[in-house]
């Protein structure tokens, strides 16, 4: 019955993400050998010696017909085998390992100060709705959701880093205190434009919740206007929360390249900078693949826990 | 059984209050220049963009100083009359930098939202007129480019294929595709099946002709908020690849240039950053402001497309 | 017998002081223990805002400027709405036109029909769910226990609106305010609802505020009715004597423009105009412009509602 429909679509979600995958990395694998040049010369300069270019051919597999380097390179990625950076000789996967818990850390505070800062304040919005405290708070979360976060990022840099030295800026820490404690500033500059978004949706989630009909029968059965508002009306307004999360989780391993080059922290970010810089070509690809597979899962994510918030999507 | 009412009564004086209500009901205006009017942060963020885009086109004749003429012997100074926000790392007057940056981020931003838009709004009509497998294919397409981290993927291509400006468009453009289709494709969509476009089709008019005069004319508001919202994006954009090095090289200035170049200095000299940095917030913001306040005037028929 | 719910001389409007304006003008009326009244008007006319002012629902635009709500004894307009949630969903409930948004699509029907128990009464969860069950099958909904678990758009509408039903009557009301149940329903579901609510009315004992502008539904269930028109009551009495010698104007418009079966008339009259738009509210009786019987003082004077008989009352200078 419910729960059935259900379990059909997850699986059916969950196999979609498979063709979109595929699309994604065939393009990654065409934009990086399409490009005008021959690699090996872009990597090398251009005094390289034909021999060394040829060598290089070799060692990068450039010297197959295209066919048999996309198979080659299908069989490899579903393996997990990224290849070996071109600079260090370490194993890709290793590199890309090594980064994500930083990255991952960055993320995962970034979100929880989002959360909460901006799911509080987008209720109390609605709940002062009109009121003074619910204007400035709108208009602030409209600034904050336009200004670009590297730009936060520079200012809160300039401001509690430089002028007013309280927080570091570079590094990442030892020990959980001091990893927090370097996090604090770069979180706060992602945090602040998911926040700013919470807010604006939470807020005009709830106000159209509160006018619904179903809110009135609730009232209607003579239930504490205490939980018809955070019962009847929060539960369905979390479910736009969700997917503003998740939508925002794609800026954020854009802005995670930048946010980590202006922090000085190592991660995938800083990783995929280096090795575009260096044309690292191993590296970047392995960067690239696992950035849209994250991206890939992060939506599947948020669209299975859509539908279990809102039993209607699953019927269809 | 309902009382059956008629209102033939030309002298009642409720037969007036008929007819200025039904004067009250809003039309199928395009845009509602009164309720923009009444939004005051939009008009602010109007008279600011307007202010930037002057700035733009009138650059050389405002600027005090040669944006490009370095001075070592007089770098790093502090505001004073003869530069009003000081010089930079090369001695170059900060401020002249900045107004020249504003035209570099403008072009930069209107030629890239402009090819993009087109490009994608083209996708869209053609995906939400057509429908079936060339819509979905459209799409999966569409899904498949928005999967990628525009800055990484823009990073990459500008790696290999050189800083160029015009590469720099081209990519940046391609990122902007999916966000416009997305939006051309629903508003299609939403007139596709309504009564007028039936009626036309009935009457003979080639689909080439449906598409431009009944579509059309009815994306064009959306069509205006997305080239709005989207400039706000391709700015940050620009200034962030700048910034990151691979942007558009000195010494020509732009915003994301003169920000990494003060990036370095910044625990001694932060000014240099931070200069640009707020031009580049307020025109962002504004853009962004001036958006959220067309769209919500816009023609309430043209419903937004969320994922 | 005293009335079980006494509305006397409601004025509800919007806006406050001076710039307050009346929508509800001198409502009153009784509703006894055990019996159905109907309230009669067209779309706009006030009903659904009196039963909404009885339950404390006014959107907050609105608000209640003179005139009281007795039930008990208490005046319903001035408790706080601690007190009123003692009263609603347990004393006096109410049942909604659109079955189809009165549910919330994100809880099962067993969970929304629970929170009426847990919050008027102490049971255990055992007995939450038992009492459940027997009101679902009072309302005869098949298979309640499987229907626990279902969520509102599992439903149909005619099913949702028995659990709208099975909600309003779980805690045994002296009053339910049923307002247009059937409008928004098919017309052979619409018996079965009527026919249901007749049913558990006569079995429990309630009394019946039935709103409409159905004249059929009101001759088949109602005892009393009152007749609304621009937010006034302008006609009261019962079923029998409204519908054979009906004394407003309006009134009179009303019965003879629906069809009745065996009736000669061969074209249904109809009422000239429209009803007053808010602003423009005549300064006199409202119904003085489309009148056919409006005298000189219909149009300067308001007529005061006035009770002929003890039952009957109506609010016209020139009662037929």
Not at chain 1, 221 to 239: Q, T, W
Not at chain 1, 294 to 313: E, F, G, H, Q, W
Not at chain 3, 259 to 281: A, F, Y
Request: aromatic share 8%; charged share 20%; glycine share 8%.
């Amino acid at each position: 019955m419910g729960g059935y429909s259900l379990f059909k679509y997850f699986i059916r979600r969950t196999l979609l993400t498979i063709p979109t995958m595929f699309l994604c990395i065939t393009i990654i694998f065409f934009c990086l050998r399409i490009v005008p040049g021959d690699p090996a010369l872009i990597i090398l300069g251009n005094q390289a010696t034909p021999e060394a270019v040829k060598e290089l051919h070799k060692t990068m597999g450039l010297d197959a017909p295209i066919w048999q380097q996309y198979l080659e390179f299908l069989s490899d990625t579903i393996q997990g085998d990224f290849g070996k950076s071109l600079y260090s000789g370490k194993s890709v996967s290793q590199q890309l390992f090594e980064g994500i818990p930083h990255t991952f850390n960055l993320a995962l505070t970034s979100i929880l100060f989002a959360c909460v800062v901006g799911i509080p304040l987008g209720i109390v919005s609605a709940r002062k709705h009109n009121t003074l405290f619910d204007d400035g708070l709108r208009v602030t979360s409209l600034i904050a959701l336009a200004a670009p976060s590297f730009l936060i990022g520079i200012f809160l840099l300039i401001a509690f880093s430089v002028k007013i030295p309280i927080f570091p800026s570079m590094g990442v820490g030892e020990g959980f205190l001091g990893k927090l404690y370097y996090l604090v500033l770069p979180s706060i500059t992602i945090g602040s434009g998911i926040a700013a978004a919470l807010v604006r949706f939470m807020s005009s989630s709830m106000l159209d919740e509160i006018n619904k009909d179903y809110i009135r029968t609730a009232r209607a059965k003579g239930i504490p206007e205490k939980f018809v508002f955070y019962k009847h009306a929060l539960r369905n307004s979390l479910i736009p929360v969700v997917t503003v999360i998740g939508l925002n989780i794609t800026g954020l391993l854009s802005g995670a390249v930048i946010i980590e080059r202006i922090f000085g922290r190592p991660g995938l970010g800083a990783l995929a900078l280096e090795a575009i810089f260096a044309r690292d070509f191993p590296v970047v690809q392995g960067c690239l693949i696992l950035f849209t597979f994250i991206v890939v899962i992060v939506n599947l994510l948020v669209d299975l826990s859509y539908s279990l918030l809102n039993p209607k999507i699953h019927q269809s | 059984m309902q009382a059956q009412l008629s209102n033939q009564d030309p002298n009642s004086s409720v037969g007036n209050d008929v007819k200025s209500a039904n004067k009250k009901t809003k039309g199928n205006t395009f845009f509602d220049w009164k309720t923009f009017r009444q939004n005051r942060l939009g008009m602010l963020s109007l008279f600011v963009i307007v202010f930037f885009v002057l700035l733009a086109v009138f650059a050389h004749w405002i600027m005090p100083h040669d944006p490009l003429s370095q001075d070592i012997l007089n770098k790093f100074q502090g505001i004073s009359k003869e530069h009003w926000l000081g010089t930079d790392l090369n001695g170059r007057d900060v401020l002249s930098r900045i107004i020249f940056g504003t035209r570099i981020s403008l072009i930069v931003a209107f030629c890239t939202v402009l090819l993009g838009a087109t490009v994608g709004f083209a996708v869209g009509i053609i995906a939400g007129y057509k429908g079936g497998l060339v819509d979905d294919i459209l799409m999966r397409i569409m899904d498949a480019i928005m999967t990628f981290p525009l800055i990484l993927f823009a990073l990459m291509l500008l790696m290999v294929l050189g800083n160029g400006v015009t590469t720099l468009v081209i990519i940046i453009s391609i990122g902007m595709i999916p966000g416009c289709a997305r939006i051309a494709r629903g508003a299609t969509l939403d007139i596709k099946d309504s009564e007028f476009v039936k009626a036309a089709l009935s009457m003979g008019s080639s689909h080439l002709r449906i598409v431009l005069t009944h579509i059309l004319p009815n994306i064009l508001a959306s069509l205006l908020v997305v080239l709005t919202m989207n400039m706000s994006l391709v700015i940050m954009v620009e200034a962030g690849l700048s910034f990151l090095g691979v942007g558009i090289s000195p010494p020509t200035p732009t915003w994301g240039n003169m920000i990494r170049d003060g990036f370095t200095y910044i625990t001694t000299k932060p000014s240099l950053a931070l200069y640009p940095g707020i031009a580049l917030t307020i025109l962002v913001i504004a853009l962004n402001l001036f958006g959220d306040a067309l769209r919500d005037s816009v023609d309430p028929h043209i419903k937004r497309q969320k994922k | 017998m005293g009335a079980l719910l006494e509305v006397k001389n409601l004025r509800v409007g919007r806006g406050k002081k001076e710039e307050f304006m009346g929508i509800l003008e001198d409502v009153s009326f009784e509703v006894y223990e055990g019996e159905t009244l109907g309230i009669v008007g067209e779309s706009g006319c006030g009903k659904s805002m009196t039963a909404l002012t009885i339950m404390g629902l006014l959107s907050k635009n609105l608000s209640v400027e003179s005139g009281a709500v007795y039930f008990n004894g208490t005046d319903l307009t001035k408790l706080s709405t601690t007190e009123l949630n003692q009263i609603r969903g347990k004393d006096i409930s109410m049942i909604f036109q659109e079955p189809m948004t009165s549910l919330n699509p994100a809880f099962t029907i067993g969970n929304q029909l629970a929170e009426v128990f847990k919050h008027h009464g102490n049971y255990s969860k055992k007995e939450i769910r038992e009492k459940s069950i027997e009101i679902l099958t009072k309302v005869r909904i098949p298979d309640p226990e499987e229907k626990l678990k279902s969520y509102p758009h599992e439903l149909s509408g005619g099913m949702r609106q028995r659990v709208m039903i099975a909600m309003a009557l779980a805690c045994k009301p002296k009053i339910v305010i049923a307002d247009e149940p059937t409008t928004a329903l098919d017309v052979t579901i619409q018996a079965q609802i009527l026919d249901l609510l007749n049913e558990l009315q006569s079995d429990l004992n309630m009394a019946v505020m039935f709103i409409t502008h159905d004249l059929g539904v009101v001759a088949e269930t109602c005892q009393r009715m009152i007749v609304m028109y621009a937010g006034q009551v302008i006609e009261e009495g019962t079923v029998e004597e409204v519908f054979e010698h009906p004394s407003h104007p309006y009134t009179r418009g009303l019965m003879l423009s629906s069809p009745r079966l065996g009736s000669k008339v061969k074209r249904l009259k109809t009422i000239e105009g429209v009803v007053p738009d808010l602003d423009n509210m005549p300064k006199g009786c409202r119904f003085a412009p489309r009148c056919e019987f409006a005298t000189d003082i219909c149009y300067e004077q308001a007529p005061l509602f006035e009770k002929i008989s003890t039952s009957r009352g109506v609010r016209c200078w020139n009662k037929l």
